[in-house]
């Protein structure tokens, strides 16, 4: 098998990460920190959570000094949860990185061993099909491996992803957007029946078809959504500062000022 090559890092790097491992075990010890010290899994849940969404915004902004920061902030999650495990006699920061680079190195034989492929498609259909043979003889699904506890649209395009590796997908988006039109016509259905669990279900499977058409439009619908929310936040905003330059609030106007005050907050942000 061929070897891995030097490493991408500063030569310090793994004396660093021992620095770390024993600061975290200070931390953890007998006069350490007294917050760190009654940590649990489940105390920690949250932190995990923020930390990830952090790096994701970090990410955005593109400033490496702040990406760095907040993989470092995520890197001390890991190194926490793994500490706890140590504490319980379960695993060690070494058996997880053991672990990790065997499984990296078994699912990249076109890197590591001697089954190439000719393209990104065929190394994603490789790594799926070692997936599935490390289930040892359990059937595994298609969409195995995608966490419940993802936000939604998330989840759902990452199921959609899945899906599709096996063949069972939409052509293209326009497909896909006849899937969304029919439906917003079931929603409409429900709406005009007022029936509250149908509307649920009907409301769920459109922003599933919706999801889809992104997808296939090479749109993160996470993006999409937040990009959304963020142009209705300034929209909104510049409707409450022209309301006040009249002497007046959004709570004491009608519902037409209210869609004049929004026409013209729409138009600040076209483009000449």
């Known amino acids: 098998m061929p070897t891995m090559g030097p490493p991408m890092s500063s030569p310090d790097a793994g004396q660093r990460f021992l620095e770390l491992l024993t600061m975290m075990a200070r931390l953890r010890g007998e006069g350490g920190c007294p917050w760190d010290r009654e940590q649990t899994r489940d105390s920690l849940r949250p932190f995990l959570v923020e930390e990830t969404y952090e790096v994701l915004d970090a990410l955005d902004t593109g400033d490496a000094g702040r990406i760095r920061e907040e993989l470092g902030d995520l890197l001390f999650q890991v190194v926490f949860h793994t500490e706890i495990a140590g504490e319980h006699g379960e695993f060690s920061m070494s058996d997880l990185l053991e672990a990790l680079v065997a499984k990296m190195t078994r699912r990249h034989p076109h890197v590591f061993g001697d089954r190439p492929v000719g393209s990104a498609a065929e190394a994603l ?30 989840r759902a395009q990452r199921v959609q992803h899945k899906a599709a590796r096996v063949g069972f997908d939409w052509p293209d988006a326009v497909g896909a957007l006849e899937k969304v039109r029919e439906e917003l016509g079931e929603v409409t259905e429900a709406l005009h029946e007022r ?14 078809s919706v999801v889809n058409v992104a997808r296939l439009a090479n749109v993160d619908p996470e993006g999409a959504l937040q990009a959304a929310v963020d142009r209705f936040g300034r929209r909104f905003a510049t409707m409450e500062e022209a309301a006040r330059r009249e002497g007046r609030e959004l709570t004491g106007l009608s519902l037409d000022e209210l869609e004049r005050l929004w026409t013209r907050a729409k138009s600040l942000e076209r483009p000449a």
């Open 125 to 154: 259909a490789q790594w799926e099909a070692i997936k599935q043979s490390e289930s040892h003889g359990s059937p595994r699904s298609a969409l195995g491996g995608v966490p419940r506890a993802l936000p939604a649209l998330h």
């Open 195 to 208: 029936h509250g669990e149908a509307l649920r279900e009907e409301l769920g499977d459109l922003l599933f």
